[in-house]
């Protein structure tokens, strides 16, 4: 089946520094990906449609110039957490789509980002 | 607008019990397609199944099974004769037209020996 590999599982990183997560799908390609946050015991809240060759579709609230996006394939979309503080610890993960009409949907494995 | 409810937070069960996740939805759409995806402590998403609009048709796999009712707008899960490997976090989801999915909050089950 699809899948959609996301890479680091996990991630420490000092508070000020920039994150970088990637999301890559591996047999398949995505002209769209996703980007989702998930607070500790928390639901899964769409931060971003990543597009391939053109700009990131941000939800209402997400920071754009914090969270930039950059979709330069059609098997990579990466999420750099810029300037990071505590309060961006959280568990990212992306999704695609594949099968005709986008009817199945894959997820990363998840990042598990703690700023310190 | 596009909602999904999960009311049960968190639902605690003895191994062999049966247990139903209730998912109620809201959408305008008269085509949607509907998710379960199982969350384990480990973080990644485990596909569960689809359903689209147009199918309302209960499904059975193995010990999972789904009730599917567009006269009340839910799409309930049941697991027959739970085990301890099914505790997780199960979240219901309603597709956008962007493709793009809505989750509800999650019901963590708790499947005790």
């Known amino acids: 089946g699809a899948v959609v590999s996301q890479h680091p599982s996990r991630v420490i990183c000092k508070s000020g520094t920039s994150v970088k997560i990637e999301c890559r799908s591996l047999?398949?390609?995505?002209?769209?990906m996703f980007w989702y946050r998930q607070f500790p015991k928390k639901s899964l809240m769409l931060m971003a449609t990543?597009?391939?060759?053109?700009?990131?579709?941000?939800e209402q609230g997400v920071e754009k110039d914090k969270f930039l996006i950059n979709h330069a394939s059609l098997t990579l979309s990466t999420l750099t957490v810029t300037s990071a503080h505590p309060e961006d610890s959280s568990f990212y993960i992306c999704?695609?789509?594949?099968?005709?009409?986008?009817?199945?949907?894959?997820f990363g494995q998840g990042t598990r980002l703690t700023v310190v | 607008a596009q909602k999904v409810t999960q009311a049960q937070t968190e639902i605690s069960v003895v191994e062999k019990e049966d247990v139903t996740l209730d998912c109620v939805y809201e959408t305008r759409d008269t085509t949607y397609y509907l998710f379960w995806y199982k969350q384990p402590p480990s973080g990644e998403l485990v596909f569960l199944i689809r359903?689209?609009?147009?199918?309302?048709q209960n499904e059975i796999s193995g010990r999972y099974s789904w009730n599917f009712q567009k006269s009340t707008s839910s799409f309930n899960f049941t697991i027959t004769a739970s085990q301890v490997v099914d505790s997780a976090v199960y979240f219901c989801?309603?597709?956008?037209?962007?493709?793009?999915?809505?989750f509800g909050k999650g019901t963590s089950l708790l499947v005790t020996p």
């Open positions: 047999d398949f390609q995505a002209t769209t």
């Open positions: 990543s597009n391939e060759g053109s700009k990131a579709t941000y």
């Open positions: 359903r689209n609009s147009f199918d309302e």
């Open positions: 989801a309603l597709r956008r037209s962007g493709y793009a999915l809505n």
């Open positions: 999704s695609a789509w594949t099968g005709e009409g986008g009817t199945e949907a894959f």
